[in-house]
């Protein structure tokens, strides 16, 4: 059974950075595409940044430039243990729940992870950035 604990979130002044963290346990598969997308109070959530195994990755718009998406793989079976979001000149409007999910590999490529449901996601981790 998949399973995906984020940690990292907290609370942090305008300009900081956090590094959040996702657990994976129970994914065996060595193709596949991860990432995170954002839960914001009254708004939908967005997509934030995905990574596929090749390394490819690509970002919402919002946070270019200032998220950097990273993994840990199992150097035997290539499978992914651990996905890393490192995020820099954080805003107050970073502030959300930041989930770790699974997406299609079709959806990554095709840029709808942005819009479409994850396939598997964790409970989140909790960002908050003051001015």
């Known amino acids: 059974q998949v399973q995906l604990q984020e940690s990292g979130g907290g609370s942090v002044q305008s300009g900081g950075s956090l590094k959040l963290a996702c657990e994976i346990s129970g994914y065996r598969y060595s193709r596949y595409c991860m990432g995170w997308f954002r839960q914001f109070p009254d708004k939908e959530r967005e997509g934030v940044a995905v990574l596929e195994n090749d390394g490819s990755s690509s970002y919402a718009d919002s946070v270019k430039g200032r998220f950097t998406i990273s993994q840990d793989i199992a150097k035997d079976t290539l499978y992914p243990q651990a996905l890393y979001l490192h995020m820099n000149s954080l805003t107050p409007d970073d502030s959300a729940i930041y989930i770790c999910?699974?997406?299609?590999?079709?959806?990554?490529?095709?840029?709808?992870?942005?819009?479409?449901?994850?396939?598997?996601w964790g409970q989140g981790t909790q960002v908050t950035v003051s001015s």
């Open positions: 999910a699974t997406f299609l590999r079709s959806d990554c490529r095709s840029g709808s992870w942005k819009s479409v449901p994850a396939l598997k």
